[in-house]
């Protein structure tokens, strides 16, 4: 199930892309990830509001996080560390 879900980044900042890589979390924006998009049940965004694009028929989760950019790497890798929090916790979040 894991899988099919997406994460959309309108403007992704270096940093934190270079901090959440090691994970292997895709961070990213462009044809690829609209393409996973368009395949996905659920889309998760974090915090991009209005500048995410809306594909019809897909359920969004809308997950509400510190704003990493301009942050070094140590106020970086908490917020990393909640969102794979977040994603295991993802599969009875979307049963329940």
């Known amino acids: 199930m894991l899988d099919r879900l997406a994460r959309h980044r309108s ?18 924006h462009g044809d690829r990830v609209l393409e996973t998009v368009r395949a996905s049940d659920v889309v998760i965004t974090m915090g991009c509001g209005d500048t995410c ?9 809308d997950w509400r996080l510190d704003d990493p950019a301009g942050q070094g ?7 990393r560390d909640e969102i794979a929090q977040r994603i295991r916790g993802l599969p009875a979040d979307l049963d329940g």
């Open 11 to 28: 403007r992704p900042t270096p940093r934190p892309s270079r901090s959440s890589a090691a994970p292997g979390a895709p961070v990213g």
């Open 53 to 61: 694009p809306v594909f019809p028929g897909k359920r969004y989760l």
């Open 73 to 79: 790497v140590d106020a970086v890798r908490p917020i």
